[in-house]
């Protein structure tokens, strides 16, 4: 059983940077597409960032500019650099990898268990 673990939310304040970290445990033979979801209260949720198996990376229009995913050298890792947060990214982020295992003949997606990050002053 495939389980990703996420770290970095924080409370910071308007203008700070966070970096979000997401890793996968042992049984992966390939990661295809991976990327970050965010859940606010009352908004719905957004695809906010996603990254390739040919890393190619994919930014949502709201954060464009500020925010960067990127895959890391370590088997089965994904980032999310966020540069110059305000309110709006207040949220619970999620990170999600499409993975084949050797257990399994197709693709199965796998979720993080989210980590907030609040930005206030």
Same mark, same amino acid.
């Given at each position: 059983?495939?389980? *990703?673990?996420? %770290?970095?939310?924080? !409370?910071?304040?308007?203008g700070? %940077? !966070? &970096?979000?970290?997401?890793?996968a %445990?042992? $049984?992966?033979?390939?990661?295809?597409?991976? #990327?970050?979801? @965010?859940?606010?209260?009352?908004?719905?949720?957004? !695809?906010?960032?996603? /990254?390739?198996?040919?890393y /190619?990376? &994919? /930014?949502?229009? %709201?954060?464009?500019?500020?925010? &960067?995913?990127?895959? #890391?050298n370590?088997?089965?890792?994904?980032? *999310?650099?966020? +540069? +110059? *947060? +305000?309110?709006?990214?207040?949220?619970?982020?999620?990170?999600?990898?499409? /993975? @084949?295992?050797?257990?399994? !003949?197709? *693709?199965?997606?796998?979720? $993080?268990? $989210?980590?907030?990050? &609040?930005?206030?002053?």
């Amino acid at each position: 059983q495939v389980q *990703l673990v996420e %770290s970095g939310g924080a !409370l910071v304040q308007p203008g700070e %940077s !966070l &970096t979000l970290s997401c890793a996968a %445990s042992e $049984g992966v033979l390939y990661v295809y597409d991976m #990327g970050w979801y @965010r859940q606010a209260p009352g908004k719905q949720r957004e !695809l906010v960032a996603h /990254i390739t198996a040919d890393y /190619i990376p &994919t /930014i949502a229009d %709201s954060v464009k500019g500020r925010f &960067t995913v990127s895959r #890391g050298n370590e088997r089965a890792t994904v980032y *999310l650099q966020m +540069n +110059n *947060l +305000n309110s709006e990214d207040t949220a619970v982020y999620y990170c999600y990898m499409e /993975i @084949r295992t050797a257990q399994a !003949l197709v *693709l199965e997606t796998y979720w $993080g268990q $989210g980590t907030q990050v &609040t930005v206030s002053a």
